[in-house]
């Protein structure tokens, strides 16, 4: 019976340390950090400096702005002053300089909530290879993080004031989301990079001046065309109006307006294009290599400045043919930019000349360079017009001068 | 020794998180390396094996009924040869176990727990399939059958909620460089379809025995189905970089973005992938303890299944400096160690079990 | 030598047999000599630096060697 009661007391006694020696473990404590503990950083920018250094900049969330500011209400966010701060470091590497910057800082860098990546122009033609890879290896930046080249230096993006935003990043990606310029995110950026053509092209950062009697960092960031990258070195850059043809090429056309002349007409017309459905269609004819760019787009007609009149079946005939033509001119002025002045395949032709054509593309794949300022570029857009909004004829317009076709 | 039962239904789903919850993690990058984009090609290349090997298991259990492949070698082969073959069986899962334990807390340091003593981890694991194990089969089933639902559906609701982010043509062009290449990658996830020869430890617990054929089978397809959609999904979001991507699965989690409120993914991935490997862990825990105790003709495994704790984590550590080893072992060394060890041998086995069996008839 | 991990796993050991003794008084000598033997084994493994030391990867990697270098490529 005492033996019983014993060996009782020493199974207890052993349970007791089992527990105690599970809770330790269980809670996971040991990579326990307080959200008060974290400095959030809510974008990067990344610089070159002369003497082969790099400069690291981050804008960093102010936990206490945001609280005090936000408890006010109303326009008490954006009043009551800046919810980041721009700290920066010099470095060999990013690694190297986040270390010098993070024994200044009395909070942990967390990168898990960075959605914007800007690498400085003179970094860009230096080559971003070992900074991406930073930025891929380690846990915490997000693949989804948008990537940008800016215009100049990187930094003073960060440290802007954007007046509508909380934060100038914010802005940015926005500006992203609307597809306002190209939207490529740090996954991309790596495959485009891995893949077969090893050339990408990212969103140029500028920044809108300040308008009269506001402060100077009151500016805007704003996208500014498009960086184009032969392996990790940027080679060149596209204008805005350059852009908005590869992204009708690329399909990634949304939010902005076609404005042209239809035909022989006096005045302009503006056309929203709702949805685009693109294909390329490589062909090889005769050792040619032609790819085949085919449009499918509807728009509505957002302004009327010539004196045709829309709801006659005629007239749209005459506009949906002026569109076809706009579009077909500015994919072409995009296109002979990036073959014939950058020679670089941002577009992945390459890609679907592999896909539809495995076998020809394995004796050429050398050759890449040569062929691609060879091929030649056919069209095949539709246009439609679907609808003419709340008006018919041309608004404010005597009946006589309105043209009936 | 084990008076635990269990229908052919659960064994199915035991050993289905067990060949998964590694394979769906770390293999899809590997087969890539090899096949490109068509290593969506390869589980089913793969999965041959694991039907050849269900079927070897099966023939072996008919002979054998009431034993596992520890004792039955004796009886082919001698008493001698068996005991060597058994070691060599013993030594194999022990090994492998640990491996694995080591593998699943890579994971875990490497993404979540940064700062964390990896012996911790290893050692709470160990401890916890200890207990399961200690428990006996039917504890691990009914575990297994609890868990499968959850190690399941956050798979699938993964998959549902990365839909936006494919990139469908990324499957082409198929087949470029003909053939070889998705064959080669089929190598290493042919490792993994070779572990179903662990059925044959759980094929003389189940009451159903007619059915353990019939569902050793629906396994080796639902783990290729699983391994096929899965290299799809990383494929169609990742394209040329997946070769690149350590744990390509938990990259697609992370990159979910769903009207910028569903994000940050990658805790599903590591609950699927806690509760896959740990039923995976389990069942060879359960392995490695029971052969251990038919080897030594114990009367009971359970005794030995805490020291045999302590040598999985010994082999955890065990001549493994790094991740790269793992991965060096688990290219080079594991698809055909484990083809030899659970496929062969047993293929050698059944012809030399048939032939003995003839053999005995005729003197008779 | 390291003292940590060797002390740690003397310490479970300790535990391990405090736990399971009692319960398996009753079973045959075999299983308790079994028992010890594999405690043993483990106890002597933790006292090497075993990851930086030959051991069952090692070994199979140089047996598999021709498999894997046909895998590298």
Redesign the interface.
């Known amino acids: 019976m005492e033996k019983g009661k014993g060996r009782l007391f020493m199974k207890n006694i052993l349970l007791l340390i089992l527990i105690c020696g599970v809770t330790l473990i269980v809670s996971g404590c040991w990579d326990r950090v307080e959200v008060n503990d974290l400095a959030i950083v809510t974008a990067a920018a990344i610089d070159k400096k002369d003497d082969n250094q790099i400069e690291l900049s981050l804008q960093v969330f102010i936990p206490k702005a945001l609280s005090g500011g936000g408890s006010e209400g109303g326009g008490g966010m954006s009043g009551g002053g800046a919810v980041t701060m721009v700290a920066s470091h010099k470095g060999s590497n990013i690694s190297d300089a986040l270390s010098k910057l993070q024994s200044e800082f009395p909070r942990r860098v967390f990168w898990g909530h960075c959605k914007v990546f800007i690498f400085g122009e003179k970094l860009a033609k230096a080559g971003i290879q070992e900074h991406l890879d930073f930025l891929l290896r380690h846990p915490q930046p997000r693949e989804r993080a948008y990537v940008y080249v800016s215009e100049g230096k990187a930094k003073p993006i960060l440290e802007l004031l954007a007046p509508l935003e909380r934060y100038s990043a914010e802005g940015l990606r926005e500006l992203s989301d609307l597809h306002i310029g190209m939207k490529v995110t740090l996954q991309d950026l790596d495959e485009k990079l891995i893949g077969i053509v090893q050339a990408a092209a990212l969103p140029i950062v500028d920044i809108h001046p300040p308008g009269k009697g506001q402060e100077k960092l009151q500016g805007e960031p704003y996208i500014a065309g498009t960086a184009v990258f032969k392996k990790d070195k940027m080679i060149g850059n596209l204008t805005e109006k350059e852009t908005r043809g590869i992204l009708w090429i690329r399909n990634e056309i949304e939010a902005y307006t076609v404005t042209f002349k239809p035909g022989a007409e006096k005045g302009e017309i503006s056309i929203n294009p709702i949805k685009a459905s693109v294909k390329l269609v490589p062909e090889i004819r005769n050792k040619k290599w032609i790819m085949v760019v085919k449009i499918d787009t509807e728009g509505t007609i957002i302004q009327n400045g010539t004196n045709l009149n829309l709801s006659s079946p005629k007239s749209i005939k005459v506009v949906e043919k002026a569109f076809e033509k706009e579009i077909e001119k500015r994919i072409e002025l995009a296109f002979q930019q990036t073959q014939q002045e950058l020679k670089t395949d941002i577009l992945g032709f390459g890609e679907e000349f592999s896909r539809k054509y495995p076998d020809k593309w394995k004796k050429n794949k050398g050759r890449w360079n040569e062929i691609f300022p060879e091929i030649e570029l056919e069209t095949e857009i539709k246009a439609h017009i679907r609808r003419q909004g709340y008006i018919t004829k041309p608004g404010g317009m005597p009946e006589k001068e309105v043209k009936e076709q | 020794m084990e008076k635990g039962k269990i229908s052919a239904l659960q064994m199915a789903i035991m050993m289905y998180p067990t060949i998964v919850a590694t394979a769906i993690l770390g293999v899809p990058s590997i087969t890539a390396k090899y096949a490109q984009n068509d290593l969506w090609l390869a589980p089913i290349f793969a999965s041959f094996i694991g039907y050849v090997t269900v079927y070897i298991a099966y023939k072996l259990h008919k002979l054998y009924p009431k034993q596992s492949v520890i004792q039955f070698s004796e009886y082919i082969i001698g008493r001698f040869l068996g005991k060597i073959l058994g070691f060599l069986y013993l030594f194999f899962y022990i090994q492998v176990t640990g491996e694995i334990i080591r593998e699943y807390a890579e994971f875990i340091v490497d993404s979540f727990l940064v700062r964390t003593p990896i012996s911790v981890i290893m050692a709470s694991m160990a401890f916890l399939c200890a207990f399961i194990v200690y428990g006996g089969i039917e504890v691990i089933a009914r575990a297994a059958q609890l868990f499968f639902p959850l190690f399941v559906f956050p798979i699938l609701i993964l998959i549902i909620l990365v839909l936006p982010d494919f990139e469908f043509k990324n499957i082409f062009p198929i087949l470029a460089d003909g053939i070889w290449p998705p064959m080669k990658g089929a190598i290493v996830p042919g490792g993994w379809f070779t572990e179903f020869f662990m059925i044959i430890f759980l094929l003389p617990f189940i009451k159903d025995r007619k059915k353990g054929m019939k569902y050793g089978m629906i396994t080796a397809f639902a783990v290729m189905m699983t391994l096929v959609v899965v290299n799809l999904v990383v494929l169609f979001v990742f394209g040329p970089a997946t070769a690149s991507k350590v744990y390509p699965l938990m990259n697609v989690a992370r990159y979910i973005s769903i009207a910028e409120f569903f994000e940050h993914f990658e805790s599903v991935v590591m609950a699927i992938w806690i509760v896959g490997t740990f039923i995976k862990i389990s069942v060879f825990y359960y392995v490695t303890a029971l052969s251990t105790a038919q080897w030594l003709n114990l009367s009971d495994y359970r005794p030995i299944v805490w020291p045999i704790g302590i040598l999985l984590v010994v082999f955890c550590f065990w001549s493994i400096p790094n991740t790269l080893e793992i991965e060096r072992f688990n290219i080079g060394v594991f698809p055909l160690y484990g083809f030899i060890v659970q496929t062969i041998i047993p293929l050698l086995l059944v012809v030399m079990a048939v032939f003995r069996k003839r053999k005995s008839k005729e003197t008779v | 030598m390291r003292w940590g991990?060797f002390v740690s796993?003397t310490i479970?050991?300790v535990?391990?047999i405090?736990?399971?003794w009692?319960?398996?008084k009753q079973?045959?000598k075999?299983?308790?000599v079994?028992?010890f033997t594999?405690?043993l084994?483990?106890?002597v493994?933790?006292m090497f630096d075993?990851?930086?030391?030959?051991?069952?990867?090692?070994w199979?990697?140089t047996?598999?060697k021709p498999?894997?270098?046909f895998?590298?490529k």
Do not use: C, Q, R, W
């Not at chain 3, 075993?50 to 090692?58: I, K, N, Q, V, W």
């Open positions: 991990v796993t479970i050991v535990l391990i405090l736990y399971e009692p319960k398996m079973n045959p075999k299983d308790k079994a028992f594999l405690l084994i483990g106890l493994l933790s075993l990851s930086h030391m030959a051991g069952p990867t090692t199979l990697e047996l598999f498999f894997g270098e895998m590298e």
